[in-house]
């Protein structure tokens, strides 16, 4: 017998129709009816053969659980795949004009990325100067290609599916019960069992080893006083010295030569702690490997903001729902994504540091020229047809802001369960995500926003945010010009802001001392008496519930 289930959600209900086939062509179809208020019911349409227990008790919660979850059974394996899907949903454009590398495709990019929605699209250049490979960008540069690539509908399903299997209530009935337990199957069947790995890659077609140069990647120059070419869009596979952990980052990589890079890797980050065990344990090397391209989950989880000792690649699973495929490295002792388009494989010297940049940074100035370790390049491996992934940072808004967006989502559940009285955030562009976190809260007691300031101020890399903005739970902290109202009305600057002195940025220019700074917290809430306010607080303005009812009913009569 084969099952067939079909479910559309209308309004506040599911439409369900349940079918099956058995030998001979017969066949039988219902259609029920699902809401959390009301009990299942149903109408045969033929002779029945599934039984209400089968029906209520194992369909109808399975048929929910496929709808909530989507189909994750065709995850994006890889950068072409990912360019094929944007292509046909109109979020891609092919540049077939020849183009330099140095400055030109910054200056498309820029003006894309800062588009109207209808002409901010991912870009694919096709003919590069002085290389056979095209380059890949601002694939991540919007919010429906971010969604594309992370496999969900809109990036608000980060916060829902996540926040499914980490809540921490117990399920209330079966249905819940299967609903949780599902969620939580999928997220092993996701990032796996056990490492997955094959001995032949696609990365591995093209195998350069004493004549590898990085002279034939199409690496970006992207503004004029930068200290070079940059590679933008890595993800650096490094592994603690001691415990042997693997961490993949985005640290951006300055061409010192045909065979040697510059990590950036920031003093807060996994890698430079990496490099600070070696130098701890004299160890003289530390293997890595630059890998470019791959599916679009593992790309941005180079980006994210895990906690110390968590992989990257266990995050990439979870959002492609399905384990990533890695392949051993042909001259240094790590695994790569089999599925990238090309891998710089080489060493690190913890303790050889050349001066790197200037670079035009995501902050919209040029960061200075300081220290930082050097890549010495062993072998490159990539595609016989690879394609180039690159990404341009300045004055926002551009692709990062997004990037940044998918953090914020995804990483809404973890930081309520520390802090659950936490409704929403946003860190918008305008504060390129350091500089500002706007937060509403369900406030129930005196001092509550203070609480939640110095709470996130103490979680993971939160604890680099300049300033943070508490409104009160019915505040919209994603309309901007809500929270600037509420901000401006509802503080008294004597009394309801908290300076503190902290950690801040690497790339914070405006503190007096590197990567130590002033940081402000500023409740906006409603003040409570027991707050020392000793005025009655203001209603908000707003029209009564009946007449917007009635003006409702009205308004397609009004010619508005």
Excluded at 104 to 110: A, F, L, N, R, V
Excluded at 548 to 553: I, N, S, T
Aim: hydrophobic share 40%; net charge negative.
């Amino acid at each position: 017998m084969i099952y067939k289930v079909t479910i559309q959600q209308v309004d506040d209900h599911f439409e369900i129709q349940v079918g099956f086939e058995v030998e001979g062509g017969r066949s039988s179809t219902r259609h029920l009816d699902w809401s959390a208020n009301t009990n299942i019911g149903y109408s045969h349409l033929s002779d029945a053969f599934l039984t209400d227990w089968i029906i209520e008790k194992i369909l109808i919660p399975c048929a929910i659980i496929l709808y909530r979850t989507g189909d994750r059974s065709m995850p994006i394996d890889n950068l072409r795949d990912f360019i094929h899907l944007l292509e046909q949903r109109g979020q891609l454009k092919r540049i077939k004009t020849r183009l330099s590398p140095v400055l030109d495709i910054t200056e498309i990019t820029d003006r894309v990325s800062k588009s109207p929605d209808e002409k901010n699209l991912a870009l694919l250049f096709e003919n590069i100067e002085n290389s056979e490979m095209p380059v890949f960008i601002n694939g991540f540069g919007s919010a429906e290609r971010m969604a594309i690539a992370l496999g969900v509908e809109t990036l608000d399903d980060l916060t829902q599916n996540l926040g499914r299997v980490i809540d921490p209530r117990l399920p209330k009935g079966l249905r819940e019960t299967i609903e949780r337990g599902q969620d939580l199957l999928d997220v092993v069947k996701s990032i796996g069992l056990a490492p997955k790995k094959v001995r032949r890659a696609p990365v591995q077609e093209v195998i350069h080893r004493d004549d590898a140069s990085l002279n034939a990647l199409p690496i970006l120059q992207c503004w004029p006083k930068d200290g070079g070419r940059f590679i933008t869009l890595p993800q650096v596979i490094t592994r603690d010295p001691q415990t042997g952990i693997r961490n993949v980052g985005m640290y951006r990589l300055q061409v010192m030569d045909e065979r040697s890079l510059l990590v950036h890797w920031q003093r807060h980050k996994g890698g430079a702690e990496h490099e600070r065990v070696a130098q701890e344990i004299k160890k003289e090397r530390i293997p890595a490997a630059v890998v470019l391209g791959g599916d679009p989950a593992s790309i941005w989880s180079a980006s994210a903001p895990l906690p110390p000792n968590i992989d990257e690649y266990l995050l990439a699973g979870y959002l492609r729902g399905a384990p990533v495929a890695f392949v051993d490295c042909v001259s240094q002792p790590l695994e790569v994504p089999a599925q990238a388009e090309i891998v710089i494989e080489g060493e690190i010297d913890p303790n050889e540091h050349h001066p790197e940049g200037p670079f035009g940074d995501h902050t919209g100035y040029y960061t200075p020229v300081e220290p930082f370790p050097v890549f010495h390049v062993t072998a490159i491996t990539h595609r016989k047809d690879a394609i180039y992934p690159a990404t341009v940072v300045g004055i926002p808004p551009m692709e990062d802001v997004w990037m940044g967006k998918a953090t914020e989502r995804l990483f809404l559940p973890l930081i309520r369960l520390f802090l659950p009285e936490i409704m929403d955030i946003n860190m918008p562009a305008e504060g390129v995500f350091h500089n500002l976190v706007l937060v509403s809260i369900k406030k129930r007691y005196p001092g509550h926003a203070r609480k939640v300031v110095f709470g996130l101020w103490g979680l993971a890399l939160l604890s680099l945010v300049k300033a943070v903005v508490v409104v009160d739970e019915w505040v919209d902290v994603q309309n901007l010009s809500r929270v600037a109202w509420q901000a401006l009305g509802n503080v008294d600057w004597n009394r309801d802001v908290v300076i503190s002195t902290g950690m801040v940025d690497h790339l914070d220019h405006a503190s007096y001392h590197h990567s130590y700074g002033g940081k402000i917290g500023v409740d906006a809430t409603a003040k409570l008496p027991e707050e020392g306010y000793t005025r009655s607080w203001p209603e908000v303005v707003q029209m009564s519930p009946e007449v917007k009812a009635r003006v409702d009913e009205l308004w397609k009569d009004l010619g508005l």
